[in-house]
């Protein structure tokens, strides 16, 4: 009978296994209980409680990298990588009558890490060898030399939604410690991953892996699956349980994890999220490119710990830019996708308007801390240019872990427990005597209300840069437009915030934006200009 011990292949054989003897009795135990435990929840707590063991036991241990990628896999194009793809079907529990099925991604291309997948039921843990007949090797990847043991990149997992019959795609784990989700109204968008090592540093970042998955059967109508992850690189090894709960317009997971360090890294971001930001408000884009907006997400919302809300619109800068919010006990933070009209979009391929937006609701370890907003330049939409991330200002310790628990919410659209009026819009135009006129849109019940002639106050602050004036308009859709005249004060992009109210009462959420002086340059996708290139050739 298998165990969790099945780990001690990936991580090297003879002495190597010696150091898991401790732990091994502890698995042994775990199965004897495993037998009486037929609940995935007691099942997945009490494997959790063992993998955290082992993750510790790791940590007093050198890091061991994972096995070289064959060349004829590493090595693949994009052209020969899309030829490989799962078989329907094929899933795990898919003879089943059971309420989630799940599959796998083939290693190659950028997936190159060596992931190991199990089953665990009520009585047995046991691994899931690869095997090619799970995938199969169209066109281009007909011919190509796999190994017959080349291992799995990741998993995905289906299952259905409230109401719903039919099965779907709904949760993605693939690539170093990623992860995605939609719910029936989305697709999928915004990444989240397990943890971000040395992220929006000027150096290279170290990106853990989750080396191994367990993955709990269901019960027959059961709403959630369990699944349990072994995360590890150089500098941190760490036990994760994760609880996946398909909704139609809210899907969650719930996330507890378990860090024990190898080494102090110099800055450790948690329930980290990648997403992408091309163009869209402020921004237009090139030429050729009928899309008015190409963005996973338009902005940053956080939820501070007094109850007041941020939004910072996102945008591409001409550099790396970070900008850090202080966040103690903070009630909430995420990339939200606010605007999901599809006129602004045009694009029934990618199918911008309906990215979820993804929220974390902070649970156990989030004392003093801050969230850092990573943007980048980015040369086409299939690079993800926008990063969030929570910093802890607890000092990190070799040895001592550190636990951490939270809430990933999957939605489209805005959140509905902010009930203040919001920023919906904003327009940048650049002058030639070098001011520039920043345009913010309001939108809001209480905003709607208000009498033209009794504009709400506009609090505002900036840095770098100067305001000049400020007028407001109210539109008969109900909205405010206030517009803002500013002068740079420094060569670098001015930072500015504005927030509305009427007499002591907030009207709106606070609106922040960073301003480069000079608008950053877009360029069509590569896809796009090779099509306008195949068009003119063929004239």
């Known amino acids: 009978m298998q165990t969790l011990l099945n780990l001690s292949a990936q991580f090297g054989r003879g002495a190597r296994q010696?150091?898991?003897?401790?732990?091994?009795?502890?698995?042994?135990?775990?199965?004897?209980h495993q037998m009486i435990a037929k609940e995935p929840e007691e099942t997945a707590a009490n494997q959790?409680?063992?993998?955290?063991k082992?993750?510790?036991?790791?940590?007093?241990?050198s890091y061991i990298p994972q096995p070289e990628v064959p060349a004829s896999v590493k090595d693949l194009t994009y052209d020969q990588f899309r030829?490989?793809?799962?078989?329907?079907?094929k899933e795990i529990w898919s003879n089943t009558t059971l309420p989630f099925r799940f599959g796998f991604y083939h290693k190659g291309y950028v997936h190159v890490d060596d992931v190991k997948i199990n089953v665990v039921s009520s009585e047995t843990t046991q691994?899931?060898?690869?095997?090619?007949?799970?995938?199969?090797?169209?066109?281009?990847?007909?011919?190509?030399?796999?190994?017959?043991?080349?291992?799995?990149?990741?998993?995905?997992?289906?299952?259905?939604?409230?109401?719903?019959?039919?099965?779907?795609e709904i949760f993605s784990f693939v690539g170093a410690s990623y992860f995605r989700a939609r719910t029936a109204r989305s697709v999928l968008g915004t990444s989240t991953r397990g943890l971000a090592i040395d992220c929006g540093l000027p150096k290279a970042e170290e990106f853990p892996v989750f080396r191994e998955y367990w993955i709990v059967e269901p019960r027959h109508g059961d709403e959630s699956l369990h699944v349990l992850a072994l995360l590890d690189s150089p500098s941190v090894t760490g036990a994760y349980a994760f609880i996946l709960t398909p909704g139609t317009d809210v899907t969650s997971i719930d996330v507890q994890e378990t860090l024990y360090f190898r080494q102090v890294p110099e800055k450790v971001g948690l329930a980290p999220m990648s997403s992408m930001w091309l163009w869209g408000d402020s921004l237009p884009g090139p030429d050729g490119d009928h899309r008015p907006e190409v963005h996973d997400a338009d902005g940053l919302q956080i939820n501070s710990e007094d109850g007041t809300w941020l939004?910072?619109?996102?945008?591409?800068?001409?550099?790396?830019?970070?900008?850090?919010?202080k966040a103690d006990n903070?009630?909430?933070?995420?990339?939200?996708?606010?605007?999901?009209n599809p006129e602004h979009y045009l694009d029934d391929e990618a199918l911008y308007h309906q990215r979820p937006s993804v929220w974390v609701r902070p649970k156990k370890g989030w004392e003093s801390g801050r969230v850092e907003l990573l943007e980048l330049p980015a040369p086409h939409e299939g690079i993800d240019n926008i990063a969030v991330w929570w910093v802890p200002e607890k000092e990190i310790k070799v040895g001592e872990p550190l636990e951490l628990s939270y809430q990933l919410s999957y939605f489209l659209g805005d959140l509905p427990e902010n009930d203040l009026g919001k920023a919906v819009a904003h327009r940048v135009t650049r002058n030639a005597d070098k001011t520039i006129k920043v345009e913010i849109d309001f939108r809001g019940p209480l905003l709607a209300e208000i009498p033209e002639d009794q504009a709400p106050v506009a609090e505002i602050s900036s840095i770098r840069g100067e305001v000049l004036s400020t007028t407001s308009k109210k539109l008969p859709s109900g909205n405010w437009t206030y517009s803002l005249l500013m002068r740079p004060t420094e060569e670098g992009p001015f930072e500015l915030r504005i927030s509305l109210k009427n007499e002591s009462r907030v009207l709106?959420?606070?609106w922040a934006y960073l301003c480069s002086l000079t608008a950053p340059e877009v360029a069509l996708p590569p896809w796009k200009v090779m099509t306008q290139e195949t068009k003119e050739s063929g004239k």
């Open 18 to 32: 010696l150091r898991c003897t401790s732990v091994a009795l502890a698995f042994s135990a775990l199965f004897t």
């Open 48 to 52: 959790y409680h063992v993998l955290s």
């Open 54 to 61: 082992l993750a510790q036991e790791r940590s007093a241990q």
């Open 83 to 89: 030829y490989i793809g799962f078989r329907d079907g």
């Open 127 to 168: 691994p899931v060898p690869f095997s090619k007949d799970y995938f199969h090797y169209l066109e281009n990847a007909a011919k190509l030399d796999i190994p017959h043991d080349v291992g799995f990149a990741g998993f995905r997992v289906k299952g259905t939604f409230p109401d719903q019959s039919e099965l779907s």
């Open 311 to 325: 939004w910072r619109a996102l945008g591409q800068q001409t550099y790396p830019s970070l900008v850090q919010f």
């Open 330 to 340: 903070l009630k909430g933070f995420g990339l939200l996708q606010r605007d999901i």
């Open 508 to 510: 709106t959420e606070t």
